[in-house]
Nanobody, 115 residues
Framework: QVQLVESGGGLVQPGGSLRLSCAAS????????MAWYRQAPGKQRDMVAT???????NYADPVKGRFTISRDNAKKTVYLQMNGLKPEDTAVYYC?????????WGQGTQVTVSS
């Protein structure tokens, strides 16, 4: 059974930092492209950052220079370091794994940026 379990969300003030983690099980992790998406209330789910099995990384424009995605294949975990958080970063953040026609989602973790 495939599981993607996110952690690390919470409430943070503008300008603060959070580190999200996503622990995977049930997949051959190192062969999957991993990604973080987010969905704010009333909006579509958007890609935030991706990292391929070859460690090629891509970021959405709104988070470039502030967020960093990384992966640890030994721990089967992908991370999202978020610095300089803004109120518009408030959303549920989802972990995503994809390989060819197989893809999986985590349950999401809430990130709220507010003073």
């Amino acid at each position: 059974q495939v599981q993607l379990v996110e952690s690390g969300g919470g409430l943070v003030q503008p300008g603060g930092s959070l580190r999200l983690s996503c622990a995977a099980s049930g997949i051959y992790f190192r062969t999957y492209t991993m990604a973080w998406y987010r969905q704010a209330p009333g909006k579509q789910r958007d890609m935030v950052a991706t990292v391929t099995s070859s460690n090629i990384i891509n970021y959405a424009d709104p988070v470039k220079g502030r967020f960093t995605i990384s992966r640890d294949n030994a721990k089967k975990t992908v991370y999202l370091q978020m610095n300089g958080l803004k109120p518009e970063d408030t959303a549920v953040y989802y972990c995503y794994a994809r390989q060819n026609s197989w893809d999986y989602w985590g349950q999401g973790t809430q990130v709220t940026v507010s003073s």
